[in-house]
């Protein structure tokens, strides 16, 4: 009787069953005998600046990585938002090896030129020989200007201070930093070129500027700008001029009495023109100028006047400036206007409440919301029998055209107004 063998003691046949056992999972599996397991994907190449925020003439790092592997590779180009980048602005004009781990490191002097002078983000795009690439995100920031202070009078100097312009630097492969120009707008549109900066190692600048001794007191928005030089890239900023102060000492008296006036954040070294009051031109003791800070002081006799509110007014160049003024003990009672109408809105003589603006009124129109109809008032005797507008109604909307800006008292209210047409509620 034959025993049964064991596979244990007979090498041969354990190794032949084990052959077969594999090869019968391999079949099982779908996969034949011959086929052998997929090659490794190959690591992404990646491109890391530093720092990923920068400037114009400013150093940024960039490192590589997987790039190819032959040992041969080098950077054959780099481009800042589809621009390419000049040789000599890359590693200082040196040959950018890629070594046989795919890596590399190189610099980047940004240019100062577009589109590198525009903020926003660029894509910085590398590409080695072997024609692998890899891109990352390089980040220009907003310039910014600022004035300090924000409002000042004519003549005064304000100093404007600049952030993230291309930087000065003496590196190789820099270039010369472009200057600045700061320009001011009047309120007329006439632009002044007032300094002109160069930024510092950092990107800034702090310049002083005297505002244009034209700019009209109380001109609001005034725009300043600093402009890259051969550049569209202009950063704004706002500037206002102060509104002049017009001051009487006392503020009331009699006819004939002595009366300080005094003037401040006026054109500086200008002369003061005439000096009204009710209409009535008064004269100084002598010519009066304003000061280097745009101030005058000088004293005039109160003319022979009914007593009540008035408005003084004092010419300073092209400006027209007011203050109230109340005449007492003149002994004549001033004469009241006619009685407003018994209706809801209290209304007034149109002629008696504009006198202080004297010959400065053009004209003045209505418009009726419940009429739906335009009405008017013109001084000029031509227009007369065409005038249908004499009264004002507290409340009401007018259009008021006059020939130079000015500040008068109305309804004893001081009010400002510039040259052409004003909107004004009553």
Known sequence: MLLPTSPLRHPRLLLALLGLAAISGLLISGLQPSQTAAAPVAAATALVLSPATALANQTVTLTGTNFSTSGTASISSITIGGTAVAADKISSGTLVAVDSAGNFFATLMIPVTAPYLAPGAQTVLVTDSDGKQASATLTIPKPTLTLAPAASRAGATVTATGTNYPKYSTRLGSDAPPSVRIEYRLPNLTVKRVVTAIPDS????????????DAPAGSKDNLVTATIAGTSTKVEAKHTVDD??????????????????????????????????????????????????????????????EDGLYGFTAEVGDGRYSAAFTVVGSGIALAEPPPAPAELSRSIGLVWALRPMGDTLVRVFHFDQGLRGWSFYDPRPIFEKHVDLLELVEGEIYWVEV?????????????????GWNLISW
Do not use: C, H, W
Request: no cysteine; proline share 5%.
């Open 202 to 213: 950092s990107g800034n600048f702090k310049v002083s500027f005297v505002v244009p001794r």
């Open 244 to 305: 002049a102060v017009l001051s009487l000492r006392p503020a009331s008296g009699a006819p004939e009495a002595e009366i300080t006036v005094s003037g401040s954040k006026l054109k500086p070294y200008t002369a003061v023109g005439s000096l009204t009051m009710g209409n009535l031109k008064m004269r100084t003791t002598a010519n009066v100028y304003t000061d280097a800070d745009g101030s005058f002081s000088a004293t005039f006799v109160v003319p022979q006047l």
């Open 403 to 419: 020939v130079s800006d000015q500040q008068v008292v109305l309804d004893r209210k001081m009010r400002t107004f510039y040259r």
